[in-house]
């Protein structure tokens, strides 16, 4: 069913992305591909995502040992399960 106002882009944000929690798990992220891209593991542009294998919200850590390597898509489908 469709809309019947626009969205409004600026409140959706400032009521996700805006949280201090929302802001540090994107840190946590963003520190997690640079470290991979430093390491000659993945490429701008090249599909690939950096996973945590123990989701930061379960637990895990931002460390190097817990992220590793997979196709953005299967990040995707793989969500927050753990093994």
Do not use: C, F, W
């Given at each position: 069913?469709p809309r019947k106002?626009?969205r409004?882009?600026?409140?959706?944000?400032?009521e996700?992305?805006?949280?201090?929690?929302q802001?540090k798990?994107?840190?946590?992220?963003?520190?997690a591909r640079?470290?991979m891209?430093?390491k000659?593991?993945?490429h701008?542009?090249?599909?690939k995502?950096v996973?945590h294998?123990?989701?930061?919200?379960?637990g895990?850590?931002?460390?190097i040992?817990?992220?590793k390597?997979?196709?953005?898509?299967?990040n995707?489908?793989?969500?927050?399960?753990?093994?």
């Amino acid at each position: 069913m469709p809309r019947k106002e626009p969205r409004n882009y600026k409140e959706e944000y400032a009521e996700y992305h805006g949280k201090a929690t929302q802001k540090k798990n994107r840190a946590y992220r963003n520190r997690a591909r640079d470290i991979m891209e430093k390491k000659g593991r993945v490429h701008k542009g090249d599909g690939k995502a950096v996973d945590h294998k123990k989701p930061l919200m379960r637990g895990g850590s931002p460390s190097i040992n817990n992220l590793k390597v997979m196709s953005a898509k299967a990040n995707r489908k793989k969500g927050i399960k753990v093994k």
